[in-house]
């Protein structure tokens, strides 16, 4: 939770698109994914099946849309829209402790079962 705080409070102060910033998360994101590998987290997760279905969706919606801003350039990226909201270092500090979260609950998941 500290790590977590500290990453947040780098890039809340730091600033946007800041080098401290990138470092922050992507220290942040390595050591998740580095847990969560180690873990084998979600390797005895039940499988999602038709309940993925709407994330899909949403996925889709997604790379259509970041797909058709490639072709035209006046329609705003994602990117683009969100950084209004994200503007305030609160605001950074706050989505940065989301993305924290999800990234530990993805590796809370549960790993290959240990024989007993």
């Known amino acids: 939770m500290v790590a977590a705080l500290a990453c947040a409070t780098a890039v809340a102060v730091s600033g946007e ?9 992507t220290a942040a994101g390595l050591v998740v994914a580095a847990v969560g590998l180690v873990r084998r987290a979600g390797a005895e ?3 999602v099946g038709r309940r993925g279905l709407p994330w899909l969706g949403w996925l889709a919606a ?15 990226t994602l990117s683009d829209l969100a950084d209004p ?8 500090g706050a989505a940065t402790l989301g993305w924290l979260a ?9 790993g290959p079962r240990r024989p007993g």
């Open 102 to 110: 999800a990234g530990a609950w993805l590796v809370g998941r549960p």
């Open 45 to 47: 997760a039940p499988r």
């Open 85 to 92: 909201v994200l503007a305030s270092p609160v605001a950074r």
């Open 62 to 76: 997604a790379v259509v849309w970041e797909l058709a801003t490639l072709a035209d350039d006046d329609l705003p």
């Open 17 to 25: 698109l800041s080098a401290g910033a990138l470092l922050a998360v």
